[in-house]
């Protein structure tokens, strides 16, 4: 008698498309290798994921390619800041 039900051996990685043995992580119902979770910019491995536009950045690649950056300091704005004349500054 045939299932259709998949085993871990069967699961294949998101990213790579190889087939899942250890080291599974569920990311949005899809199944990866924990070593395939890292950062499209800087290729850390990612414990905490942000992901846009399909790819996975860190924290500091994410803020760094997405965050308003203060007019000041150039700097990623993380959290609240102030706007003036539709300039960003942080608050700090």
Known sequence: ???NKKTKKDALCFKC???MED???CFRENLYHSTCLVCDDCGVSL???REKNNKFY????YY???AKK???CNLAIKGQAIQT???FYHQE
Do not use: A, M, R, W
């Open 1 to 3: 008698k045939q299932t």
């Open 17 to 19: 498309g190889l087939p």
């Open 23 to 25: 080291g599974i992580v």
């Open 47 to 49: 414990s905490t994921i």
């Open 58 to 61: 860190c924290e500091e690649d």
């Open 64 to 66: 760094k390619n997405f």
């Open 70 to 72: 203060c007019n000041y």
């Open 85 to 87: 004349s539709g300039l």
